[in-house]
């Protein structure tokens, strides 16, 4: 790439004739205040440059939108309301009207009616995402002043399409509820007052069509371009870990380029300059790259299928209650994956198994701020275009400030991670897969490594989903296609075999808790390993708990006393205990942290494989150091088994009968452990249960009602917000020509009555209280009380004759002190042609009389 030519930059102007010969669509969403913010906008785009507009604000159904009038006196571009039908021309603004989808394709604008008239609509993103899928090269979103969330489904998806995003600042909106939506969604690639977007805009796509033209006019040179491409590569990897050299090329190069567009950046070379100074620009890239683009129920016939075709074919062929595996990798903000487990629920409940099937869902990605915006489960209100009512009712409670969060038993069956799907170890034993419209960003050599991984990985028959663009390709041998519309398949019975992958070296991590902070590390010192040795070989065996007993660090051998639990994963020690130990170690946590003194559990008797064995336990609240203090340690002792002699009758029976009291005690006070806390839980349930039973269903009822109404509020607010908006406008509009007018009439000395059909005064001006004796308060009265210097006695008469016979009327009449005036009286005609009065000047040519009486006394 190289630096825009001098004599190309009217091709940067015009930027129509530099592109693939289509015109270059903006579409621009606002809502309440948006109109401030489009005067400001459009005040600062050019006429010429090759653009078309398509403004789509949120319209109160049953109103004239007077936005089109309005914006013309910001822009000399002709601005129209769109019809269905209308063709997209260059240097025009389109304006949506009331109650109305709008959605482009091929350059055509096209209407329909929505299903509800109020309520939550969402037509920006409607119309957003028909720009996205039809201006393949370079869409471009704005997004301005408005309340809620519309919008940033729309920008998401021209992100997708390597179009520009941008949004208005929102210190400067008068409404920023949609704009703060748009950048905590991480969709916004500008974010600028609304004066300074259109030079942004033509920066980007002149910018693009430049590097086309110099790219056509200049020599290729690809050694520079490619070692360029390889630094940027590498400080990629360097600042992520993440290898992006296996991407397709084409891929790279768009997201790289959408990034030196909106830092001005001619080079890849310039560009990986900015990168060496900038970390967070590397992070920003970093997550372009990632294309983290998704929604829920993408391709809803897939998800169809999936639940009524696949699904109940892989239930088939289970016992019932059991539980399957899942694993969605590139997950990004968790549509997918929480889809998935909604599709899924949905399926083994219509099969209708004796005992419920259950599904634990792994998902993954490389963008850890994607993984923890997914595993909050909140999302905006927008996803009720994607997810229908029922399912919402179902799976989501609204959230108090907007917006939706997933209910915890669909929460429940998901588990999210952060995952290199190229390097890392993949998941195993699964049952299902779903890895939809990632492969397609893959090279070909990475595509050969990833499908094998994805076979080794699923059970026999397993389900294999795919994008709509994606296929097993090559690999067809192994994975069987159920649905191949749907790009569905099955795991064929091809013997499971380990692909040839090589996993990247990373460093054991110990497992915390989310809320546990993470036990140092210090390096692979002698001293450490000295320690491990010492503690592997001779030191007992230790586990490390917080006061529920959830497991943060082992240290030696423990299995002779846990074990993993049947089930889904749970790291609790008393649910890992063996038995004889789950029982004593019943309420010993609570009271070792209670007591703040070490509790001995002497000679419990263990189940080991096939035998038992005595151990002691010793159990002690932590203090110090600062790191753990609050958890608790609890050691194990083996206790040696003595060796075997003969014995007397007697001592033996009293050996039994000591080993079998300290069992009773140990029995003992473990029950009384376990009763003074079942006593608490059951006191504070006691008290609680009733009050919530009372009040959970006037809730739930109320919460509904609560919903739908502040979904149709929301909607009316905005409605009168761009109402009040553009009457507000139009009332300026009238001081300003109110004031006009009357400068005007103050300027001409003339004095001017203005009377209704029933010669009453409607208003006056101020030179005609020379002549008639008038007050504001006479506005009303009829003309003829009005006291007046002229003689003039058929004033009042000849006025209702103009308005009679609509002749206009004009005579020279003569006051009581010597001054003359012209008198004329026309018909009020307003601009619909209504004749509601009569106008009568006076304008004084005294000066003229005289000049005549002079002429006349001279003689000729």
Same mark, same amino acid.
């Given at each position: ?47 010429? !440059? ?205 997201? &790289? ?70 694993? *969605? ?20 409940? @219509? ?9 634990? &869902? ?178 007992? @065996?230790? *586990? ?20 993993? !639990? *049947? ?7 008393? @649910? ?17 942290? @209670? ?120 909607? *009316? ?144």
């Amino acid at each position: 790439m190289s630096d825009l030519p001098q004599d190309s930059s009217q091709a940067v102007r015009h930027i129509s004739l530099v592109e693939s010969g289509r015109i270059p669509v903006v579409g621009i969403g606002c809502s309440a205040g948006g109109l401030e913010a489009l005067n400001q906008f459009f005040s600062a785009a050019p006429s010429d !440059a090759g653009l078309a507009f398509v403004v789509v604000q949120h319209l109160s159904p049953t109103h004239h939108s007077a936005l089109p009038e309005l914006l013309r006196a910001s822009t000399s571009m002709p601005v129209e309301e769109v019809t269905d039908g209308t063709v997209v021309h260059p240097d025009h603004v389109y304006v949506i009207p009331p109650n109305c989808d709008l959605s482009l394709l091929q350059g055509v604008l096209h209407l329909t009616v929505p299903s509800a008239a109020r309520g939550l609509r969402l037509p920006i993103d409607h119309f957003l995402i028909s720009l996205a899928d039809d201006c393949q090269d370079k869409p471009v979103g704005v997004l301005l002043s408005g309340m809620g969330s519309d919008g940033v489904l729309g920008l998401a998806a021209i992100k997708a399409r390597a179009g520009l995003t941008l949004v208005q600042e929102p210190a400067s909106a008068g409404a920023d509820g949609m704009p703060s939506s748009a950048i905590k969604a991480r969709v916004a690639d500008i974010i600028a007052k609304p004066q300074e977007l259109p030079e942004r805009i033509l920066e980007f796509l002149g910018r693009a069509a430049s590097h086309r033209v110099a790219n056509e006019a200049a020599a290729p040179n690809p050694g520079d371009d490619s070692a360029a491409l390889a630094k940027i590569l590498l400080l990629l990897h360097t600042a992520s870990g993440s290898d992006f050299s296996l991407y397709k090329s084409n891929t790279l190069l768009r997201r &790289i380029e959408r990034r030196m567009a909106v830092h001005h950046r001619a080079s890849l070379d310039d560009y990986a300059r900015l990168l060496q100074g900038e970390p967070q620009e590397l992070g920003l890239l970093f997550r372009e790259c990632l294309i983290g683009v998704t929604s829920f129920f993408r391709d809803p016939a897939v998800w169809d299928q999936l639940r009524d075709v696949a699904l109940p074919q892989l239930l088939a062929r289970f016992p019932a209650g059991k539980i399957l595996r899942a694993w *969605v990798p590139a997950c990004s903000t968790g549509e997918e994956a929480y889809t998935l487990a909604m599709v899924f629920t949905e399926a083994a409940r @219509a099969f209708g198994s004796s005992i419920p099937f259950t599904l634990q &869902i792994f998902a993954t990605d490389l963008d850890d701020t994607a993984v923890e915006f997914a595993r909050k489960g909140v999302y905006p209100a927008s996803i009720a275009a994607d997810v229908s009512a029922e399912r919402l009712a179902e799976f989501f409670s609204a959230e108090e400030g907007g917006g939706f969060r997933v209910k915890k038993h669909l929460r429940e069956m998901l588990v999210f991670a952060k995952q290199n799907l190229a390097s890392d170890p993949p998941f195993t034993r699964l049952d299902i897969l779903s890895c939809r419209n990632l492969l397609i960003y893959f090279d070909v050599a990475l595509q050969r490594r990833i499908l094998p991984l994805f076979h080794y990985a699923l059970n026999p028959d397993g389900l294999l989903v795919l994008g709509s663009a994606e296929s097993a390709g090559s690999f067809e041998q192994m994975f069987v296609p159920i649905r191949p519309k749907e790009r569905i398949y099955r795991r064929s019975q091809q013997p499971r075999g380990l692909p040839s992958l090589n996993f990247s070296q990373q460093r054991p991590t110990i497992l915390t808790l989310p809320d546990e902070p993470p036990i140092p590390d210090r390096g692979e010192a002698i001293g450490r390993l000295t320690d491990q040795l010492v503690q592997q070989t001779w030191a007992p @065996a230790a *586990v490390l708990v917080n006061a529920n007993g959830d497991i943060l660090y082992i240290s030696g051998r423990t299995g002779k006393y846990l074990e993993p !639990a *049947v089930g889904r994963t749970n790291i609790n020690i008393h @649910a890992m205990a063996r038995e004889g130990l789950r029982e004593a170690l019943a309420g010993v946590i609570h009271r070792a942290i @209670a007591e703040e003194r070490p509790i001995l559990l002497r000679g419990l008797r263990v189940g080991t494989n096939g035998g038992t064995q005595v151990v002691n336990v010793t159990v002690q609240a932590l203090d110090k150091p600062e790191l753990l203090r609050g958890r608790v340690i609890v050691v194990f002792s083996d206790v040696a088994t003595p060796a075997k002699r003969r014995k007397s009758v007697g001592a033996g029976t009293s050996d039994s009968q000591g080993g079998l009291q300290d069992e009773l005690q140990q029995a003992r006070d473990a029950l009384q452990a376990t009763h003074e806390a079942m006593q608490i839980s059951v006191e504070e349930l006691q008290s609680s249960n009733e009050e919530l039973q009372s009040t959970n269903e006037e809730l739930q009822s109320t919460n509904e009602e609560l919903t739908t109404s502040k979904e149709e509020l929301q909607s *009316v607010n905005e409605e009168l917000q761009t109402v009040n908006a553009e009457l507000q406008s139009k009332v300026d509009d009238l001081t300003r020509v109110k004031n006009d007018m009357a400068n005007l009439l103050n300027s001409t000395d003339i004095a001017t009555i203005f009377l209704d059909a029933n010669m009453n005064v409607r208003q006056f001006t101020p030179y005609a209280v020379k002549l008639f004796r008038l007050i504001p308060g006479d506005i009303g009265r009829p003309l003829a009380h009005v006291v007046n210097d002229l003689d003039y006695p058929q004033l009042v008469v000849d006025a209702a004759e103009v308005l009679r016979t609509l002749v206009f009327k004009e005579t020279t009449v003569a006051t009581a002190d010597g001054r003359w005036y012209r008198v004329r009286a026309m018909p009020y005609r307003t601009q619909d042609n209504v004749i509601e009065g009569v106008v009568i000047t006076f304008t004084d040519v005294t000066a003229i009389k005289q000049l005549e009486a002079e002429l006349r006394s001279h003689g000729p």
